[in-house]
């Protein structure tokens, strides 16, 4: 007879088979959570570190992915069955983060996904700068789709299939947790409990917000980011009493000169670089005519974040890190020196020798004023230097349209040859050498990129001869967007430490890592000069002031936050004699003029533009606001 103790009840084989399910998810959550943090640090010591580091939230991650994985099982009625979905579907955005930090030095954020046509864009340029790279990437993708879709139909055939009692079991523990978890990842709002599990939102740098928080936690952080909050304190009565000069009737006191603005791609001055030399000065031009640098806020990318500053006087150090006003924000029309213009009864055009979806480009031109935008399906065709539109082609395009005008008229140019990768055998030959101890491909490549910043500077030359020769006074300005993405250049010259530049460090390695050329000059008066390094945001105060313009907010008020901060940036404020606010937003009290610069950008890109009439009078007659 069979002792009573040796019979194993039903209740009881269930709860250990129920144990050991939760044991072996959270085992797989495990294995995840390692592999996603081992792709993206690129070092196994540091994701030992993530696990080991008891007041990093680790554990809170596995314990998200094993409350996933039993979610899913409950969804599909099959035992671990969600690892084979959920597993590719977390490694291959750390995959990608891990790519995007080599090349832009930045994470990937929940909103690169909204321009991810752009990267299809650009894939054949990458694909021809390295095609085997490329044709490997692309064999593995087919391979790992193909073995993923076999395992997939091997698992469901064979793994073991959940009661009805288990599937609820499952959902009635997972599912109610996950939407606990899921409220308390608003950044916005304190929660207890996230403190609780170390899940801290470091909004501010956020590469230390994925150090800390691993990739997984870090990406969810970022996902509320396109809800913007208002800044404390703003309301009707704040905006209100921010002075807006009075500007005497007509707003201009020398004519209406005609406003050429050309952000040039990726422009920087490679004569910087350490231990080179060149056979000839590539950009004397400009050398000769620079009024001071950009202190651009991105790096090797990003080009419509840099735009966005310099064409609505706005500024990036207000947006959530890692925002792209023109994917996420730029819906209704919002000033800008378009409508400045406009307003004035110039013609206001942008050009730029690209398709006019890039960047969304075509919307946010619309809403910015602009009366037309002449993309590369509007544009004649043009000569090309290597895959892109040259500058010379496109210069003489700008004088072929402005020669047709008879109203005063802004243009808007983005140029496109100096857009990377700089290949060896892009341009037939390479009028200036680079000596050095470098590599050889190192040095082909800066070669090829300093070949592009001659022509850039011829370009500038051809544009400002003909400026000379009319009669009407001729307002340009030039600037680079950012460091061009030159790679091992970087660290093969001594340039700096990595491939990519810091997002925040001490001011002059951030000066000398993110500044490009500024030229601002006038056909009739030359070049403005020593306006130093300044933000992009100072652009639009720069160019009406050399064209003799008043504006309340564009001279008037950005000229005060100027006389204040030459540089407005998210991790620090910089005066004209180069003294350092280091994480002013961080800070309980901020300067009278950033407040209210922040005030303002917020009242006219998502509040309810109380200042409209007093600081944008042209915005105000063109875009009326509808009465409610």
Sequence with gaps: MPLI????SPR???LLGAIGSLVVSLA?????TAGIEAVQRGSFSETIAYFADPMRPALATVGIFALMFLALDAAFGRAHYAVLILAPLALLPALISKQKQIYLSDPLYPTDFLFGRQIMELMPVLVRDRPWTA????VGIVVAVVALACLLVFAWRRFPRLARRQRIGRALVAVPLLAG???IMDFNQFSWLRDRLNIIPIMWDQTENYRHNGFTMAFALNLPMANVSAPAGYMGDAINAIEAPIVPAGTTHRGKPDVIVVMSESLFDPTRLPNVTFSADPMPTM???QSGNVMSPEFGGMTANVEFEALTGFSNAFLPYGSIPYQQYIRDPIPSMATFFKGEGYVSRAIHPFQSW?????????AFGFDTFRSEEKLPAMTKRGIFTSDEALTKEIIRQADQMEDPFFFFTVTLQGHGPYEPNRYAENTIKVEGDLPAADRQVLETYTQGVKEADDSLKLLMDWAKDRDRE??????GDHLPPLNTVYTSTGFMPGVTAARKGPLDEMKRTHETPLIVWSSKTGPVRDLGTVSPAFISYQTLKAGGFEHPYYTGFLGRVFDEHRIVDRFMLVNETDEVVADWARQKVIPDTVRDYRFLQHDMMFGKRYGTERFFPTHADLFPRPVS
């Design 12 to 14: 009881r084989d269930a």
């Design 5 to 8: 103790g040796s019979i194993r």
């Design 181 to 183: 978890f899921v409220h």
């Design 28 to 32: 797989l959550a495990l294995v995840l």
């Design 287 to 289: 050398r000769a005519m």
């Design 474 to 479: 001729t307002i340009i300005v030039l600037f």
């Design 135 to 138: 044709l490997g990437i692309a």
């Design 358 to 366: 890039f960047w969304n480009r075509s919307a946010v031109y619309k």
